[in-house]
């Protein structure tokens, strides 16, 4: 048995890596929500916003913007706002013209998609093949409490993705948009009927979960210093897997689900022999499982099948 | 001879009572109608009698065997058929595909023959087209030339028909039809009040229970009638008898009428 | 007169399938692609002639398959002077297998098998242990690995039983992760290196690394492959069309577009499903092995997420259900890119465009599914 303070270490790392997972989850069960259908480019999606957030960066940089307190806001700014358009062009080519058919086409097309987006940054972006190296903008150093250690930038990563998650709370419980969007993920047909624009509703919940796909990018550019044109595959499942255990189309199950494979991938690391390795076995593993014996997730409502 | 028995049948989703402490009867041979406002645990009742909805209480006996427990396949390949409220044909499949699939549970090759005996399989194939042929000529004698298509690319009254002789190819002792006549016109609700007369003149030894709203359909095809409402069975008889039974108009027209 | 024009046809579309090919020059190459292009539009324009060549086709069906077998033997003699487009080809003709498998399972029942890439490296991978570590000859090994893929994926029963649709898609990519990582990090795999020095196949004394020849004409090695490809992809195709085209496909079919239904009718589900993962993933993992002893080595990479991806695109472009057109797929899908090497970079974004692509324009794909009529 590891010592006590491994696994309260690794259960902030896991906490730390939940947070990225949760903000892609957050768009998963969105976008789930509102039309029913899984946005599996979603992923790369992410993947997209972390290489956008890294030219921002560069770009500011070449702009002779160096301090990170004005550099990283705009970066994020813009990362969010090029996933945002780029997510919404996605559901219009992709999710909106198939709705009519079986769900299946939607999750291949977007898979598709995915692919699409992924190759686009391979061959496109220079050198798309190599990892990039992420400048590092957060404060170094840190302290250590009870034999465990935290770390700044960690804090700082953990500010901003819980600042993200009450942003996200605050837009659909606080806004017309958010309204919009929740009486749409109830009944489409009744929200349409109260004089709800369906487009218009559908565009600005695909804008808001790229968008914080972007932010789950960026984190995750500062948290691993580098970033590379495959991380939207793993991202992806991991952000799927976790919108499914928290309960597809609730917000607060996707933020559960992926804090809770966060926690469960770091302390499988740490509990079995070559952990590092392994763990994403154990945590995949974890959600067939839950798939298996509890479809409708931690949060999710129970789907009686009607027939 | 009773040939299903239902005795104190209990469903229940949750807190929700959906069918409560139902006892119904079908002789062989005999047509019952089902009447009942919506949500009364009509389709409920078929649900649980095929084995998709599981019983939480009461016993279901069809031909002196418990049917509790069983799966949806076991119980039909025991001779319960049914056909659905809203169409559940393969829309994509011919019409001759959808009644042979109520003919696979009698099959008598398997996969080994279909890939190493295909003469085998071909001629039983042959025979099951003839008899799905055959089928769809009681309906209508063009449909058989039809029988190729593609089932979307039918008419509804016709798709309705392949839905039933898709029931009947598995040689039922009991058919049961959920509302035949749901979302048809007028002509189109004679012509299957005359398809039914050909089923019942065809099949004499068959057992239907038929859930209608059409009052004008279920006089017409069946003798006796059980009356449903909030998932109690509230009358039970000829059809004069429950159609004018108190508990029945009320559930029909509302209390304020029914005392008027 | 009939048979004349079927045999005309067959003969033009292998000409032109060789010429497209071979021609390197920019004038041949531009005169090809004029003919593929002017026959093309020929038909498309004069519906006459299209229904003409159609019912020459069914009148004509066992000539017509003899002609295209004929012309099927004939294609490395055609090819020759290239080994390495013979080596296209019968790597095209393992994902006729593989497709073939995988369609029965996605296509025909439904099952939303994303897991094509592990099947196949199960197959591969069971071929490399059992020759270079536990020293089976290959051909053993060859028939043998399918059944590993086979047994492996009774561990997914339950998930394919118990979810579908979205769920069941992600059970399945789960499963390719899975495997991918304990390829990677397990010793006796090799690790990310994988297993070298696969032996090759030697049938009745003759080694797959000799030149064969073929009416007095020189074949290039990799021909040896191209025609242990050609007979498994045939028999694959007759195996699967005529499961698809009997009682097992007719329920698949109802199974996966209605479940209700079909338990009513007295499928049961379970059987079903179980049965087109089994059969499906038998000829995935046969389509892996012998992809293991044609390369000679195996390795994580070789069976990731990506393809499957690319083994889903075959299926999507040839036409979903569609036994014809899973060959179509496969016989269009992995030579184009090769054919054209600067799109070789661009190959998978060309998948995934041509996939999207399809799927708003054309879902039911190139050759869609046939109404079954049983003859």
């Known amino acids: 048995m590891p010592p006590l303070e491994l696994l309260l270490q690794q259960a902030l790392n896991g906490v730390m890596l939940g947070v990225m997972y949760a903000l892609i989850a957050v768009g998963f069960t969105l976008f789930f929500g509102v039309l029913d259908v899984i946005h599996f480019s979603h992923g790369d999606i992410f993947m997209l916003g972390a290489f956008a957030g890294l030219s921002a960066l560069l770009g500011l940089k070449a702009a002779g913007v160096a301090g990170a307190a004005l550099a990283l806001p705009l970066a994020f700014a813009a990362a969010m706002l090029v996933t945002g358009l780029v997510g919404v062009a996605a559901e219009r080519v992709c999710v909106k013209p198939l709705a009519r058919s079986s769900p299946l086409m939607t999750l291949l097309a977007t898979l598709s998609l995915g692919l699409v987006l992924r190759e686009s940054v391979l061959i496109f972006y220079p050198r798309g093949a190599d990892p990039k190296p992420f400048p590092q903008l957060l404060p170094q150093g840190g302290v250590e409490v009870g034999g465990v250690a935290i770390r700044y930038e960690n804090l700082a990563i953990l500010a901003i993705g819980f600042a993200a998650m009450i942003a996200v709370d605050r837009i659909i419980n606080r806004t017309r948009m958010g309204a919009a969007i929740r009486a749409v993920a109830q009944d489409p047909e009744a929200a349409q009927m109260m004089g709800v624009n369906l487009d218009r509703t559908v565009d600005a919940t695909f804008f808001l979960g790229s968008a914080l796909a972007a932010v789950a990018g960026i984190l995750s550019g500062l948290y691993y210093s580098e970033i590379h044109f495959i991380m939207g595959i793993t991202g992806g499942v991991i952000g799927f897997s976790a919108a499914a255990i928290g309960g597809l189309g609730n917000v607060y199950g996707a933020i559960v689900g992926g804090l809770l494979f966060g926690v469960l991938q770091t302390t499988a690391a740490a509990l079995i022999p070559r952990g590092s390795e392994f763990r994403d076995v154990v945590a995949f593993a974890v959600v067939m499982l839950f798939l298996v014996f509890k479809p409708s997730g931690i949060l999710g409502e129970k789907s009686v099948e009607r027939v | 001879m009773s040939l299903l028995e239902v005795k104190g049948l209990t469903v229940s989703f949750g807190g929700l009572v959906a069918l409560d402490a139902v006892d119904v009867g079908v002789d062989a041979g005999e047509t019952l109608g089902v009447i009942g406002p919506n949500g009364s645990g009509k389709t409920t009742l078929f649900n649980a009698l095929t084995g998709l909805y599981a019983a939480a209480a009461g016993e279901i006996r069809f031909a002196g065997r418990e049917l509790a427990g069983l799966e949806a396949h076991a119980i039909a390949r025991l001779g319960i058929a049914r056909t659905f409220q809203s169409s559940r044909l393969c829309l994509a499949l011919s019409a001759f595909d959808n009644i042979l699939i109520g003919m696979q549970a009698g099959r008598r090759t398997g996969l080994l023959d279909s890939v190493f005996r295909r003469g085998k399989l071909l001629a039983e194939m042959g025979e099951a087209l003839e008899r799905a042929s055959h089928l769809l000529a009681l309906f209508n004698r063009d449909l058989p030339a039809r029988g190729f298509e593609r089932v979307g690319q039918l008419p509804q009254i016709d798709r309705r028909r392949v839905e039933i002789c898709r029931a009947l190819a598995s040689r039922p002792k009991l058919l049961l039809l959920d509302e035949p006549s749901a979302g048809m016109n007028p002509e189109e609700t004679a012509e299957l009040m005359r398809d039914l007369q050909i089923v019942r003149e065809e099949m004499p030894g068959l057992s239907v229970i038929v859930i209608e709203h059409d009052m004008f359909v279920i006089e017409g095809v069946s003798r006796r009638v059980v009356a449903f409402n909030y998932g109690r069975k509230i009358a039970e008889g000829p059809f004069a008898a429950v159609a004018a039974h108190p508990e029945v108009r009320e559930a029909y027209l509302g209390r304020e009428t029914a005392r008027a | ?375």
Request: aromatic residues 10%; charged residues 10%; hydrophobic residues 60%.
């Open chain 3, 1 to 375: 007169m009939a048979l004349v024009l079927v045999w005309a046809a067959e003969l033009a579309v292998f000409a032109l399938v060789v010429a497209g090919i071979l021609a390197e020059r920019p004038l041949p190459l531009a005169a090809t692609g004029l003919a593929i292009v002017a026959a093309a539009v020929g038909l498309r324009l004069r519906p006459g002639l299209r229904r003409a060549l159609v019912a020459a086709f069914v009148a004509h069906r066992r000539a017509a398959l003899a002609g295209g077998a004929l012309l099927a033997l004939a294609l490395p003699l055609a090819l020759r002077a290239s080994p390495y487009w013979t080596f296209v080809a019968a790597l095209a003709l393992l994902y006729v297998t593989i497709g073939q498998g995988l369609n029965l399972q996605i296509g025909t029942a439904g099952v939303l098998n994303l897991a094509g890439a592990a099947f196949a490296g199960l197959g591969g991978y069971s071929v490399g242990l059992l020759t270079v570590t536990a020293g089976w000859p290959a051909w053993l090994a060859v028939l043998a690995a399918p059944w590993v893929a086979v047994i492996v994926g009774t561990l997914l029963f339950v998930p394919i039983l118990k979810t579908r649709g979205h769920y069941l898609a992600l059970v399945t990519i789960a499963f390719v992760f899975i495997f991918n990582i304990l390829m990677n990090n397990f010793e006796f795999t090799g690790g990310p290196q994988g297993i070298k020095n696969i032996p090759t196949l030697r049938l009745f004394g003759w080694p797959f690394t000799a030149k064969p020849s073929l009416l007095g004409v020189e074949l290039p090695a990799h021909a040896n492959f191209y025609y242990a490809a050609l007979v498994m992809a045939s028999l694959t195709t007759l195996v699967l069309r005529r499961l698809h085209d009997s009682w097992l496909g007719l329920t698949l079919n109802t199974l996966r577009d209605d479940e209700i239904a079909a338990r009513c009718c007295g499928v049961s589900i379970t059987r079903g499903k179980l049965l087109a993962f089994c059969i499906g993933n038998f000829f995935i993992g046969l389509g892996g092995a012998l992809y293991a002893v044609m390369v000679g080595f195996v390795s994580p990479p070789d069976f990731d997420f990506g393809y499957s991806l690319v083994m889903l695109s075959v299926i999507i472009i040839g036409g979903v259900d569609s036994i014809p057109g899973v060959v179509l797929g496969a016989c269009l899908l992995l030579p184009l890119p090769e054919r054209f090497r600067f799109l070789h970079e661009y190959r998978l974004l060309l998948y995934g465009l041509v996939i999207v692509v399809m799927l708003l324009y054309r879902p039911q794909g190139l050759w869609p599914a046939a109404i079954r009529r049983y003859r």
